[in-house]
C-alpha cells in the first residue's frame, strides 16, 4: 500500500492520464503560503499540445472532486508538459530526446554534450560535436554510464526537415 500522498495521487490519477493518451511524468504538492498547488506533468511520444492538456486537466479536475485524495483544503491543480531543459529519467525520455543535443554526466566523472544518434535497450549512439573545425565524432554510451542527462535547448537547431532539404540541394 502507497504511504506518501504523491504516491496514492499517481495511482488514482495515472489511469486517467493513459486513457487521454498520455504519460504521467510527475507529480507534486507544494506549499504556497496558505494555498497549496498540485502540479501534474505528462506527456508522449509525439508531445502534448494545449486541447490535450485541458482535456486531461478537466478529467483529473473531476476525479480529484470526487475524491478525498487532496483532503479537505484548497488547492489549485496545474497541468503541463515537461519544460524545454528536462532531466532525462525513463527510457522513452532518451527515446523522445532523439535528435537533441543533451548533456551528459558521467558515472566515470567529467560530462559530455552529445546529440542522441539512435536509443536501444542497452544504451544511446551519439554524435559528438567536432571542435575548433573538426569533424563531429560518434560514441557509444551505455546507460550504466550515465548518473544524469539534460536536454539541452538549441537556439539555431536545424529540425529534420531543414536537413532533409540540405540533402537534397
Known amino acids: 500500500m502507497s504511504t506518501t500522498q504523491s504516491e496514492r495521487l499517481r495511482e488514482l490519477l495515472e489511469p486517467l492520464v493513459a486513457s487521454q493518451g498520455l ?5 507534486a504538492v507544494d506549499s504556497v503560503g496558505r494555498k497549496r498547488v498540485l502540479r501534474v506533468v505528462v506527456d ?8 490535450q492538456i485541458a482535456d486531461v486537466s478537466r478529467a483529473l479536475s473531476a476525479k480529484l472532486d470526487e475524491t478525498d485524495a487532496m483532503g479537505e483544503g484548497e488547492y489549485t491543480l496545474e497541468v503541463g508538459t515537461p519544460g524545454a531543459e528536462r532531466l532525462l529519467t525513463e527510457h522513452r525520455h ?3 530526446a532523439t535528435g537533441r543535443l543533451v548533456n551528459f554526466q558521467l558515472t566515470e566523472g567529467g560530462e559530455l554534450v552529445a546529440r542522441i ?21 560518434t560514441r557509444r554510451l551505455g546507460f550504466p554510464d550515465v548518473t544524469r542527462a539534460r536536454v539541452q535547448v538549441e537556439f539555431n537547431r536545424k529540425d529534420k526537415k531543414d536537413m532533409k532539404e540540405e540533402e537534397e540541394a
Do not use: N, Q, W
Open 44 to 51: 508522449s511520444d509525439t508531445g502534448a499540445d494545449l486541447d
Open 94 to 96: 532518451y527515446l523522445r
Open 117 to 137: 544518434l539512435k536509443v536501444d535497450d542497452e544504451g544511446l549512439d551519439l554524435e559528438v560535436p567536432g571542435v575548433k573545425g573538426r569533424k563531429a565524432t
Open 23 to 27: 504519460d504521467l511524468e510527475e507529480i
